[in-house]
């Protein structure tokens, strides 16, 4: 019946939103490595800030975040503070110091403030934490084509790649970061547009981070004839309670300053200062979303279980149950009334993947095709950035970091290092094809580990890099291997990997939440071992000195004039 | 926010001797001191260790845990970073290490 319509406007969404990136990246394609990398250092501030917004919001937050929010009650926001907390701790611990340094890549960074061994060790750990990120991006993908479009997922992975491939390839980190601009404008206004307007149907005032506190007394007494536990309740949505919720949002947020594709933004813009401005643009941006999001996932809650309390059978639900329970996503297993609802499959009467909530809101909420249509563009929008910029992280640890600093010593031309950097986005996007159409098993989980990983990695070598003088070689290597083997061992002790048995959280800390004490080791691990040993070299001391000043870089530059 | 400077400043150098150096990273540790502490009480604080005692508020329907939990500290945070931003750069031009705009 209106599957016509909606099926128009999501090839609508699609085709116009797809064209407008292939033009602003064949206008923003390169020639050189400083373009193809750091796209020259000449971002401005507010376009960074809308680039790292959209590179940020991946599939995940966009189309899965308010889902797992509506089952998960007041916990969701482990999600909301700790992927938006960790922009404070780069704006001021990390972003403007490594913009200071100025160079192309984070190995790049550990690799000249401590050795060669690091370099190697942390190019890759980035190509390892952006790969297993990719992926999901792709299937993310995937979510979206086979429901509006009804076609294959597997037509999504192929589309997504041709389009990112395209202006990867040609335009590097610039034709990424102005295609993410224009991405992160198509992913906002869908996000935001559904969520005004059921804003207005429900609570009668157009401001959804305020409507949905007056639909939470409801909701909590709907949610409790339904047997899920109330909106509002802290601690109920995680069984690891109050030590869970904490370790988990501060493994995020850690995580979240520490990860490669994000940091390596911060590169882009002109100045110190630039980069300090990008990251509170950044962080609005963010919040735009994510401020929304809680209100998204409460209403939709509240419609789904509306639209199906008092049903008597199946010919009684409501539209929208039959098409999504034909991809799947959507399960009824009684004949006769819905008394309870679960993100489970087969706990309950019915069964909804919190995966589909957002891409169902408008529907949900009986909104009109075009918007549906506009929805399916943004989740693709969301899910096309942030492969991008993973892509480029992977490619340039690959070309920049071991091609050109470990293989060629240096020595490669301009032209050379361009084809090997346009050869390793290539290969990037070849290998991310592979893995979207044959997910491995074990993707989906590890991909929320990618946090715990980049936690206890990166983020302590790079603060104690900046803030520590005295942190030497020796001390990060051995840091950064304690953090990885630690935490990389209890998400293997407590999933089921690789085909082993998944043990039982010890002391309730779940695997997402490990990354905060496999910091505090590498923390404590980088210091003593650095105490122990010789101390970085007078030159190695001097550049930390330099990079805590912003003027010094305006004299350098004037002595290069 | 404009990206807009003032030609003026740009050509202060940096005192000769290296003391301004300790004075200037003071006062930069100091305000990211302060401000952590801030992150820290909303977010972990008000979200986290006492949304319980704080969930028995309640403001316009919100429980005040939940709204620190899934609000109140999102605003915090945007309002952090825009107050170092700003505030860094008020410690520069004192110390006159503020950089001219566009390409040095």
Redesign the interface.
Known sequence: MNLEPMQFWTFFFLLLTFGIYIYIAWRSRVKETKEFYVASQ?V???ANGAAVAADWMSAASFIGMAGL?AFLG?D??VY??GW??G??LL???LA?YLRKWGKFTVPEFVGDRYSDTVRVVAAICAIVISFTYVVGQMTGGGVVFARFLGLESHWAVVVAAVVIFFYAVLGGMKGITYTQVAQYTVLIIAYLIPAVAVSQQIGGFPVP??TY?????ELDALREEFGLHHF?E??AGRAGG?LD??LV??SLMIGTAGLPHVIIRFYTT?????A??S???A??FI?LL??TA?AVGAFTKLNLLQGVQGATGEGDLPAWVEPWAETGHVQVNSDGAIDSVSNVQGAADMYVSPDILVLASPEIGGLPAPIIGLMAAGGMAAALSTAAGLLLVISSSASHDIYYRMISKEKASEKTQMLVGRLAMVGAVLVAIIAGLNPPAFVAQVVAFAFGLAASTFFPILILGIFWKRANAKGAAAGMLTGLIFSASYMIYTLPLFGLEANDHIWGISPEGIGTIGAALNFLVTIVVSNLTRPPSEEVQEMV?SI????????E??GK? | ?S?VTHEGS?GT??PADNSW?QR??KK?VRL?VV??AI?FTV??GF???L??PL?NIE?????L???F???G???T??V???V??LW??RI?KE??????????
């Open positions: 000449g401005p501030t507010i929010i007041s969701g926001s909301l503070m938006t907390g922009y404070v704006a001021l611990l403007p981070q305020v506190g007056t639909i939470l007394a509002t802290a601690f109050q919720v904490f949002t501060m002109k100045t110190v200062r630039g300090r401005f990251a509170f643009w962080l609005f919040s994510y401020l809680p000195e805590r000043y912003p003027a010094k870089q305006q004299l530059a004037a004039l | 926010m990206d740009s150098a940096p150096r200037y990273w930069n990211m401000l952590l992150w977010s972990f979200g986290i260790i949304i319980e969930n403001i316009l329907g919100f429980p845990g939940l709204w939990a899934q609000q500290s999102i605003y945070f945007v952090l970073i825009l170092y931003a860094m750069d520069d110390f006159g290490v503020d950089e001219p705009k566009g390409k040095g």
